[in-house]
């Protein structure tokens, strides 16, 4: 196959950023929007010696998988939504075969255990407009005029859209009011690459459940030219809270500045999920999407099985969503949290939901855990520290390993796992699972329809010294007991061989991480003796591990 070559194939499979898979003799093509099951058309946009990218040109023949018409008619050049043209309950079996093939094959769990642990996707009625929260980039068009919209697939153009079809409908209403506003005032969008002009995003949040809104203008500035106007004209909106703007003067992706200042009314909104109220500030974390949220905290609440006696460890506790929720039912819940904001915001969220019996920590998980074990072993005569149940929420890079060691050693009876990404979940399954742990239930919860996310809920029950030989038996079997990495670098290994057909060694993958920056283990890098020499690992292999690290969001 060469560039702009147009073949005609039926794709079979779906890659991990939602793209339709199809082979021709062997030599595989990645097909963005087409869906599993099509016949299409398709050319060669950039052709490696064993799989090629192509654009979709043409559907011959339509998947039954496939909706008549998207919702939204910009769902192929929007980086939002990967798989909406995809229909949803085929995005919900899609999202569970993800979850249960990185469970056994990054997991190295056997396929018994996964299928007896894995419960049905937790998915949504209506999988759209579920968006709490939405930021627009502001920018100007050729012909001068004001637009918010979002940012094209993996680049920093915007697209004017205002009526996203993930998000509520007064976004719309408020948007216009912004752009309209700036239009009279003649208040310039920012220009990213020229780095001048003031409005570069609009922040939006709505509760669900209280119908708070609250809109947050992100400038390049020190403050809005007639923002009493503004001010008045979206206070009018029902609903409207909370109209604050942060600075960002920095040349930067980030969204947000650090500073808010209020413009009118309050500079947080309150929402409920369950019966517990949270008030959210511009900065803070919240989940998404409310609806799923409540089922996802469900599982979670279900699978901690509290009965009122436990003591409660919330790793990574944001602003203190989970804890509070699981604080109706324990003796006593500790949640720990890095950002300083949050942990304020966690502890405000306590008081006024009249909850005693949970304490935040601000700092790493990591340090706060073994830090309060270590002093509770000198206040107690040398007594090891015990907790009942352990809940962690990491971000995508999944548990600090250190912090599992902890987790294990202080004997937790039960882990709940709440995961965003199933490859680190699997990869600290299996440190817990070598540590006598076994995997007792497994949920997907589709906190992101129409997109390739998914959120998993895991229990880890502590095994019984018998059962924890015999795991460890299978492991040995498995030759699964070394470390972690190890899982790793098979996983990279299958990734680049599926991919591009290549065979790469743990030595080269090595030394692509060390290129990359991530720090490697001494072992793969030194050489046996002084004078052997190390083959080096050639071009084409280290574009294709980089692209699997990128996979793996390692880089
Ligand atoms: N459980 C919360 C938040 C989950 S998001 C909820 O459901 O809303 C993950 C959180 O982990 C973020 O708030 C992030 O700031 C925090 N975090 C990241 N690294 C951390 C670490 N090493 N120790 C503690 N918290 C951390």
Not at 277 to 290: A, D, E, G, R, T
Request: hydrophobic fraction near 35%.
């Amino acid at each position: 196959m060469r560039k702009n070559d147009i073949a005609t194939v039926r794709i079979e499979d779906i890659g991990s950023n939602g793209e339709g898979i199809g082979k021709i003799e062997g030599y595989a093509l990645f097909i963005k929007d087409a869906v599993i099951g099509d016949v299409v058309e398709a050319k060669i946009m950039k052709a490696k010696k064993n799989y090629a990218y192509a654009k979709l040109v043409n559907i011959v023949t339509p998947s039954e998988f496939r909706v008549k018409k998207p919702v939204c008619p910009m769902a192929r050049s929007c980086g939002g939504c990967q798989i909406q043209e995809m229909e949803y309950g085929r995005q919900l079996s899609f999202k569970e075969d993800k979850v249960r093939e990185k469970l056994i094959r990054i997991g190295g769990i056997p396929e018994e255990i996964v299928s007896k642990a894995m419960e049905p996707i937790v998915g949504m009625e209506n999988p759209f407009a579920y968006r709490n929260k939405a930021q627009f980039p502001v920018g100007t068009d050729r012909d001068g005029r004001i637009v918010a919209g979002f940012y094209a697939g993996r680049t920093h153009s915007i697209i004017p859209n205002t009526r996203c079809a993930l998000g509520v409908e007064v976004n719309e209403r408020i948007l216009r009011c912004v752009i309209d506003f700036m239009e009279e005032f003649r208040i310039s969008a920012y220009h990213e690459e020229e780095h001048r002009g003031l409005v570069r995003h609009v922040l939006i949040r709505y509760g669900f459940r209280t119908r708070e809104i609250m809109v947050c203008l992100v400038i390049n500035g020190n403050g809005i030219p007639h923002g009493e106007v503004l001010a008045e004209r979206l206070s009018g909106i029902e609903g409207m809270t909370s109209i604050t703007y942060s600075v960002n003067r920095e040349r930067t992706n980030v969204i947000m500045g650090n500073e808010i200042r209020l413009l009118w009314g309050q500079t947080y909104i309150t929402d409920v999920i369950g019966d517990v109220k949270y008030q959210i500030s511009p900065l803070s974390f919240y989940q998404v999407n409310p609806v799923q949220t409540e089922k996802l905290y469900g599982v979670a609440m279900e699978y901690a099985q509290l009965t009122g006696e436990e003591t409660v460890w919330d790793l990574y506790c944001g602003i203190g969503t989970i804890s509070l929720f699981l604080a109706k039912k324990a003796k006593q819940v500790y949640g720990v949290e890095i950002v300083p904001q949050a942990v304020l915001d966690a502890r405000m969220n306590a008081k006024i939901n009249g909850i005693g019996n949970v304490e935040f920590f601000e700092g790493k998980a990591e340090k706060v855990l073994p830090e309060f074990g270590k002093k509770y072993e000198e206040e107690h005569e040398g007594r090891k520290y015990y907790a009942d149940v352990v809940v962690v929420d990491p971000p995508r890079k999944g548990c600090d390993e250190g912090l599992l060691r902890t987790i294990v050693e202080m004997g937790a009876k039960r882990v709940v796992y709440v995961s965003c990404d199933p490859a680190t979940l699997s990869r600290d399954l299996k440190y817990l699972r070598g540590e006598g742990y076994e995997v007792e239930r497994v949920r997907a919860v589709d906190q992101f329809p129409q997109t390739v996310h998914v959120e998993t809920v895991c229990l880890l029950s502590k095994l019984h010294a018998d059962q924890h030989i015999e795991v460890e038996l299978q492991m040995d079997e498995l030759d699964l007991t070394a470390a972690e990495s190890k899982a790793t670098y098979e996983e990279i290994k299958d990734y680049v061989l599926e991919h591009t057909g290549l065979k790469v060694s743990s030595l080269y993958i090595a030394q692509v991480k060390e290129k990359c920056g991530i720090i490697e283990r001494a072992n793969y890098n030194l050489p046996k003796s002084e004078n052997s020499r190390q083959p080096k690992c050639p071009l084409e292999k280290e574009m294709a591990i980089r692209e699997a690290l990128e996979h793996f969001r390692m880089i």
